[in-house]
């Protein structure tokens, strides 16, 4: 064989010169156009992502929650308007004495310790409360809102700690918690 030419077989030409088989050519090219194709995907890929409008889940709540007054079982032969005094006075005689919040779960769950305060006359259950997240400028960010199946005896107080009221967002920096409705035992 002549050292100026390459020799035959299996199909394949190899060159003396350049040291790279035609299939191994071949091989090289498509790697390139498939190398090229995925970054033009990728491409394309995150600009629709960045177009695409944010999901709900993820948009912060620009509205506060509207609260309601407390529900308290009356005497069933009460009238309309001795019904809204017992409401009325059931939220006034039931407070959050002390309320104090940390991070969980990695930072993304808050827990609320508070203490509920109850002046009534009788026992109530399943308290509702709502707490408001802001940021530390004081914009709001969520509000989260738990039913505490516990109940809290007549003239008596209960600390409840470290309830999971909720994911929260990473930017909240201050939480105020309030009683919404509650329940006679």
Same mark, same amino acid.
């Given at each position: ?124 259950? /399943?308290?509702?409360? *709502?707490? $408001?997240? %802001?940021?530390?400028?004081? #914009?709001?960010? @969520? /509000?989260?809102?738990? *039913?505490? $199946?516990? %109940?809290?005896?007549?003239? #008596?107080?209960? @600390? ?11 930017n909240a920096d201050q939480a105020k918690c309030s009683l919404v409705t509650a329940r006679r035992a």
């Amino acid at each position: 064989m002549n050292a100026g030419f390459g020799r035959i077989g299996m199909g394949s030409v190899v060159g003396t010169g350049e040291g790279l088989s035609r299939s191994g050519a071949v091989t090289s090219v498509w790697v390139k156009r498939g190398m090229l194709w995925l970054l033009a995907a990728i491409i394309i890929g995150s600009a629709i992502w960045l177009l695409m409008p944010p999901s709900e889940g993820n948009v912060a709540q620009t509205e506060p929650v509207k609260l309601a007054l407390a529900t308290v079982d009356p005497a069933p032969a009460a009238t309309a308007a001795e019904t809204s005094a017992a409401e009325a006075a059931g939220l006034d005689r039931l407070k959050i004495s002390s309320q104090t919040w940390r991070r969980g779960g990695l930072g993304s769950k808050a827990l609320v310790t508070f203490t509920v305060r109850n002046d009534n006359d009788y026992a109530v259950k /399943d308290v509702e409360i *709502v707490c $408001a997240f %802001t940021r530390r400028d004081g #914009s709001h960010l @969520t /509000d989260r809102s738990r *039913v505490l $199946a516990d %109940t809290v005896s007549m003239k #008596s107080r209960k @600390t409840f700690a470290r309830v999971p009221v909720g994911f929260i967002n990473v930017n909240a920096d201050q939480a105020k918690c309030s009683l919404v409705t509650a329940r006679r035992a």
